[in-house]
């Protein structure tokens, strides 16, 4: 019996090929638990519908873990779209990304039984909860391709934030140099003149704090402009890496009968 059961949890689950109409019903309904679970988290923190709808909503919080509750045990159970065996298989499939997601959606209910924690705590763990918005990007095409875009162009990514960060530094750095004599209050370190650097290379331009020496504008023009190149290499990455996926997925075969890849095709 375990096994046509954990077959059948697998197609309602996973469904590799989204053939199924059970399948299709559970993947609406999780889609929609998930975007209620989120609007209620955030009504919640409005004290006029906490006080009159306190009961419904923690009611309403109850009843959604234990589905997500079972919906993970179950994912566990089955393996995943590898369908993962054995102890070791199934520990790799518990620690993929999207079954990491499904655990930190229902970990915040848990944490406080499990765990002696003060009210400090118990607010960051319920704020926590918005987490579970992070569970649409298993039933959202776009998003996981967005991941595989991302992972696919990590060590170009993590070059691009590194020349940003080298930059804020060289920044903060100057600025103080230049602005710590005329005021001190406002450039009283190089952590300080920080939050300046980052409102300049993002372009916001608060100005609550600003330069007000020649050589402090000077740099401050220089790096507003900098500014504005250094975001715009992160979004070309981004941007040459959706090119490149699409042009893989169209060279790559795909059966007329049940779909599955056969393999690169050769058009040269």
Not at 97 to 121: C, K, N, Q
């Amino acid at each position: 019996m375990g096994e046509p059961l954990k077959e059948t949890l697998y197609l309602l689950l996973e469904d590799p090929e989204g053939r199924d109409r059970r399948a299709r019903k559970i993947r609406t309904f999780l889609i929609a638990l998930i975007v209620l679970n989120v609007a209620a988290v955030i009504l919640e923190t409005v004290r006029e519908v906490s006080l009159q709808f306190g009961f419904w909503l923690r009611t309403f919080e109850w009843l959604s873990v234990g589905i997500f509750t079972a919906e993970y045990a179950a994912r566990l159970w089955v393996g995943g779209p590898n369908r993962a065996q054995g102890l070791a298989g199934r520990a790799r499939h518990a620690l993929s990304p999207l079954m990491l997601v499904d655990l930190l959606a229902i970990l915040p209910f848990y944490l406080p039984f499990l765990l002696p924690a003060d009210l400090i705590f118990l607010r960051a763990v319920r704020l926590m909860r918005l987490l579970r918005v992070l569970k649409l990007g298993r039933y959202s095409d776009a998003i996981q391709v967005f991941y595989r875009v991302v992972v696919r162009k990590k060590e170009q990514l993590v070059v691009a934030g590194f020349m940003v960060g080298i930059l804020l530094i060289i920044a903060s750095s100057l600025m103080y140099y230049f602005e710590n004599e005329a005021q001190p209050d406002a450039f009283s370190s190089i952590p300080q003149s920080m939050w300046w650097a980052i409102v300049t290379l993002t372009t916001v331009g608060y100005g609550d704090v600003y330069p007000i020496t020649g050589m402090g504008r000077v740099l401050a023009s220089v790096i507003a402009l900098l500014g504005i190149g250094m975001f715009a290499v992160p979004a070309g990455i981004l941007s040459a890496g959706f090119v490149e996926y699409a042009r893989d997925k169209e060279r790559t075969r795909v059966c007329p009968h049940c779909g599955n890849p056969l393999g690169p095709c050769n058009t040269d």
